[in-house]
Every structure is written in C-alpha cells, then in structure tokens.
C-alpha cells in the first residue's frame, strides 16, 4: 500500500581522499604501487632502479622472479649492493641449487663475506630420478627457510620443470619471509604467467653493464629498460682487453658485468668457472660470481 512518507535518508558514505588508501593493495595506473601492510623494501643500491620499484628497494614479504639469458649475466653483482647490507646486518643470504659453486673471495670483495652464505643443494636420486626429488627437496626447503624468519634473503634457482602452482606456494610463503626471497629462472619463461608481484628480465649490455626491462611490478609499464653500471670484477688491465677484444657493435662479448656467453675454455670475469653451464642436473665444481 503506498505512503506519501519521504523515503528514508540514506548516511553519505565517506569516500576516502585517495582511493588507494582503502586498502594498501590498491594502486592507480599511472602510479607506483605501495607495499603490503608490515613490508619493506630493501635499497637495491642503484637509484636508478630504486626509483622504478614500489617500496623504493627490492620488496620483503613477496617473491621477486629474475629472468636471466644464462646464469652469470650480472645477477649476482645486481643483487649484492642487498645482500651486503643483510649480511652486515647479521643475517644470512640462502642459495637454493646455485647453478655453480660461488666464489667465496669475489662475493667478498662484493661485501658479501662466506660465513654469512648458507648454499643448499638438491640431493641426488636413484636411477636417474635426481629431477623429481631435487624439485621436491627444493621446494620443502625454499619453505620452511622462507617460514623460519632466520634467514636475510633467499636465493633460488628451480629446475627448469617447476610447476605454477609450486610457484604460488613460494609466493604464499614469502609473505611470512620478513626479507628480499629471488627465484631466478631462463628467461624463456618470460611470457608465462607468474604469480610474483615482480619480474624482471635481465640481460649483459656491455661490460660491467646490465640491461633491466621490469616485465611486471605494481605500477604502470616501463617502456625502455635500465641500464645499471655493475661494480667491476675485472682489473684495469684486463677491462681493457676485454674492451679491445670486443668486436665493433657487439654489446656484452667478452668477461665483463654481463657476459654474453660462456665459451668452452675461456674465463669468465674474476673468479668464474671456465666451462659452459653443464646441465641442470650436473654441478659445476669451480666457483663463480654472476
């Protein structure tokens, strides 16, 4: 039966200043995204790139995948201006199945010092089954560091074969991890789908330079990519012959900060294996620094 009542006034409803402040995943377009309630971020110790990332530093509490041409382009000396500060801090740097052992004394020179490094690896299996059972290892290891809240930053490099959704249950365990947690993988994985908050592809761009194209971050696209001066491994002399070994047009050739290849023979920057990467299911015996 209708009334001749007013209808009922409705309470305005608050709308906030900004709309991301309704929830700290929120983000506009054009805007840099902000971290999570409880995060950081940690200073890459390149201005460059701590202006493109949201937080202003690699973030904690989330995964960062690092897609790399071939191990040894640079990712090490990218990510060492980190770990140095976590280490001085008195926390550990994890490594998961490095593709080679590192070099104690370059990782050093880097600020990175050996008794701070805890290098795990995948155990080998019966009859060939090495794969399966280093991936599971990995995995269940990857966790419960990234769940003990010991560790300053986590490093690993899956197998080639890792599925998506044990993909997600490292991400889902890095919000417990209060620190930086890297996955590094071949860079074919570039176009499928990720559920780490942040990619980024790398790739060498001369010598002791690195090129950084952000696939993925909370924030608008980035058109060009960064090029990132790389502390120097190499002695002056040798930086030299190196430059002058390189040929015209030819970006990354030689053992520089991003090495374009890893020729049977040759030596790869200071202190680097001189052998191709072997396998995935082989190890390298000599040290490296990528």
């Known amino acids: ?47 460059a790139l701590d202006a493109e990332l949201p937080g202003g530093g690699w973030p904690c509490r989330v995964l960062t995948e690092l897609l790399l041409p071939h191990p040894g382009c640079g990712e090490m000396r990218l990510l060492a201006p980190a770990l140095a500060r976590l280490a001085a801090a008195g926390r550990p740097v994890m490594l998961f199945d490095p593709p080679a052992l590192p070099c104690a004394p370059a990782l050093a020179q880097l600020g990175v010092p050996a008794d701070r490094l805890v290098v795990v690896h995948g155990r080998d299996g019966p009859h060939g089954a090495r794969q399966l059972l280093a991936s599971a290892d990995l995995l269940w290891a990857l966790e419960q560091a990234l769940a003990s809240g010991q560790a300053g930053a986590v490093l690993a490099w899956p197998p080639r074969t890792l599925r998506a959704d044990a993909l997600r249950r490292l991400q889902l365990a890095a919000q417990a991890h209060d620190g930086p947690a890297f996955v590094l993988r071949g860079v074919e994985q570039r176009e499928r789908p990720s559920p780490a908050p942040l990619r980024l592809a790398l790739r060498g761009a001369g010598i002791d330079t690195l090129a950084v194209r952000v696939l993925k971050r909370r924030g608008p696209p980035l058109a060009q990519p960064l090029r990132l001066a790389l502390a120097p491994v190499l002695a002056p002399v040798l930086r030299a012959r190196a430059e002058a070994a390189r040929p015209a047009g030819v970006a990354g050739a030689g053992a520089g900060g991003g090495a374009a290849a890893w020729p049977p023979g040759s030596a790869h920057a200071a202190g680097t294996a001189a052998a191709p990467p072997g396998p995935r299911g082989s190890r390298r015996e000599r040290p490296f620094v990528p």
Do not use: D, I, K, S
């Open 1 to 47: 039966m209708p009334t001749n009542q007013p209808p009922l006034a409705r309470a305005p409803t608050a709308v906030p200043a900004a709309l991301e402040a309704l929830h700290p995943a929120l983000w506009r377009a054009h805007q840099l995204g902000r971290l999570g309630a409880g995060a950081a971020a940690v200073p890459t110790g390149f201005a």
